[in-house]
């Protein structure tokens, strides 16, 4: 199976800051990586696909990068609404397997 | 509207089985590929497996941790996903998740499933399940 790791598993951020997380996988998996974000009692909620793909509806805030075993999700002013948990989870193949999560919380 | 509706959670002793359900609508349920996330109370989220449409040849793939006690299934008549859940261990409490699996393409011409993004963009609530003794 291949396993994604994310950094760092917490961070404390003030609104309007930028924000990367990162998120490495054991093997290349190209460009099939997804990320999600969390809020408590919510459903995830789809940010980017295909590394860098933004979803119809996310705010231009959010954008991914990477390829191969590296990627990168960056918020580029923190908003608010942003305090949540995000997961990458890759694509490449089955098992689909996910990161174990980064809470990004208010300092 | 687009909607997925869980439901079929509850408590059971380990051992035991339960059946999830998940009630489709607003979109062409027997082309959908669909797959079961779960989250454990104040953990990540796990991926559980997926069942492709028959469309696609109908191939179920499944999560180690689950595989030989977890069936995943599907009726397209009803527009109903089922999780069918036998010897169950207290190590699979949590919420369950039911997703459709959609797709855009990762080349300019796919040539097979594996060129494509998959990604799952419709969630329903989940349902909970509790294994206690």
């Known amino acids: 199976d291949i396993q994604m790791t994310q950094s760092p598993s917490s961070l404390s951020a003030s609104v309007g800051d930028r924000v990367t997380i990162t998120c490495r996988a054991s093997?290349?998996?190209?460009?099939?990586l997804n990320w999600y974000q969390q809020k408590p009692g919510e459903a995830p909620k789809l940010l980017i696909y295909g590394a860098s793909s933004l979803q119809s509806g996310v705010p231009s805030r959010f954008s991914g990068s990477g390829s191969g075993t590296e990627f990168t999700l960056t918020i580029s002013s923190l908003q608010p609404e942003d305090f949540a948990t995000y997961y990458c989870q890759q694509s490449y193949n089955t098992p689909r397997t996910f990161g174990q999560g980064t809470k990004v919380e208010i300092k | 509207e687009v909607q997925l509706v869980a439901s079929g959670g509850g408590l059971v002793k380990p051992g035991g089985s339960l059946r999830l359900s998940c009630a489709a609508s607003g979109f062409t349920f027997n082309y959908a590929w669909m797959s079961w996330v779960r989250q454990a109370p104040g953990k990540g989220l796990e991926w559980v497996g997926r069942i492709k449409s028959k469309a696609s040849g109908g191939a179920i793939d499944y999560a180690g941790a689950v595989k030989g006690r977890f069936t995943i299934s599907r009726d397209d008549s009803e527009n109903t996903l089922y999780l069918q859940m036998d010897s169950l261990k207290t190590e699979d409490t949590a919420m369950y998740f039911c997703?459709?699996?959609?797709?855009?393409?990762?080349?300019?011409?796919?040539?097979?499933?594996?060129?494509?993004?998959?990604?799952?963009?419709?969630w329903g609530k989940g349902t909970t399940v509790t294994v206690s003794s």
């Open positions: 093997q290349s998996i190209s460009s099939y």
């Open positions: 997703t459709w699996v959609e797709r855009r393409n990762a080349l300019v011409q796919p040539a097979s499933d594996h060129d494509y993004y998959y990604y799952m963009d419709v």
